[in-house]
């Protein structure tokens, strides 16, 4: 564990990154979740931190323990594979409409929350860098089970929640990475 600790970081910036959902199936559709998540691709991009940045189908993770995972971002040529992990829930919210007349409503208050964990594994020192998270949560928002409307206020308020956590997971990341790169750079100049 010490040798894992002293290891020194081998990322390259700007970096080439692959984005694996690891033991986690987002809660969202697949057109929605590829957009989400180029958003955060873009993002890092952008950022100057990485040159390149896409996601991996988590088919190809399926299965693989740290070593296989480390070789499959070998074979992609990778720097880095973040792997991310998370939970999303769509449940009842503890507030409810109040008063008499709620009551005798088919209609609940629902609220989506969703929280994401990544590392990014450093392919070539096998260390993994600082972890980053993100959270994302609606507000109670009021919905009839029974009424046509309900499944696809239901997927909004998801996909919703799923962003927000994305977005916040992206910020982490950029912090985590730039405090690897700045590590570099002063180990480097030492």
């Not at 998540?37 to 190809?60: E, F, K, M, T």
């Not at 109040?98 to 929350?113: D, I, K, P, Q, T």
């Amino acid at each position: 564990m010490r040798e894992l600790l002293r290891r020194p970081v081998a990322v390259v910036f700007p970096a080439r990154l692959g984005l694996l959902f690891y033991g986690y199936e987002p809660p969202v559709l697949d057109e929605e979740r590829l957009r989400i998540v180029d958003q955060l691709n873009a993002g890092l991009v952008a950022s100057g931190l990485a040159r390149q940045a896409s996601a991996i189908p988590a088919v190809l993770g399926r299965g693989v323990g740290l070593e296989g995972l480390r070789r499959l971002a070998a074979r992609l040529q990778l720097d880095g594979l973040v792997l991310v992990g998370g939970r999303s829930r769509f449940e009842r919210s503890e507030l409810q409409p109040g008063g008499f007349f709620a009551a005798f409503g088919s209609g609940a208050n629902f609220e989506a929350r969703t929280t994401l964990t990544a590392f990014t594994l450093d392919v070539r020192a096998g260390t993994l860098l600082t972890p980053a998270s993100g959270a994302g949560a609606t507000p109670p928002t009021l919905l009839d089970p029974t009424l046509p409307s309900f499944v696809p206020e239901r997927r909004r308020l998801v996909r919703e929640a799923f962003s927000d956590a994305v977005t916040g997971l992206g910020q982490g990341l950029q912090a985590g990475l730039r405090e690897a790169r700045d590590a570099q750079a002063a180990a480097a100049g030492d």
